[in-house]
């Protein structure tokens, strides 16, 4: 008896700690990307990506990841951009892709 209850106990201290490592790491990501977004976009593209920056870019508020890859991407090969696309450029030009993962992820959970 008094086994048994260990046991289940054990079992709960293990099922609390694996929920608490998953869910850990994905809060890690998304606190990665945050920080990313705040340190490097934000004071352009506004802190929840509100605004137009210069008048020439689009809100990117919300963006989906694959549309905010495709542009970041395309800044850093030079496929993509408008008249401002040279300060775009300079920046995702410093970022590894993992960042730019990152701070994409978080670009669509801005709301
Ligand atoms: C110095 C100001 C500045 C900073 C900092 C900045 N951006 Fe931009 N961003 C711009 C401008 C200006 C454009 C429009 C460029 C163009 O003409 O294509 C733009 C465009 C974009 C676009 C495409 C929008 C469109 O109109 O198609 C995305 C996505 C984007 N930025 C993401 C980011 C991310 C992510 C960061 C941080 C890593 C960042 N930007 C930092 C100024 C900035």
Known sequence: MVLSVLNFMNQKVF???CFFCCSGASLLASHVGERLYMQ???????LKGEQ????TSAVIQGWQIDKTLQALHGYKDH??????KGVMKVIVARMDEKSIEDVATYIENLK
């Open 15 to 17: 099922f609390s700690l």
């Open 40 to 46: 490097k976009c934000s004071h352009c593209h506004g």
């Open 52 to 55: 137009s920056v210069f008048e």
């Open 79 to 84: 496929s993509y951009g408008s008249t401002k």
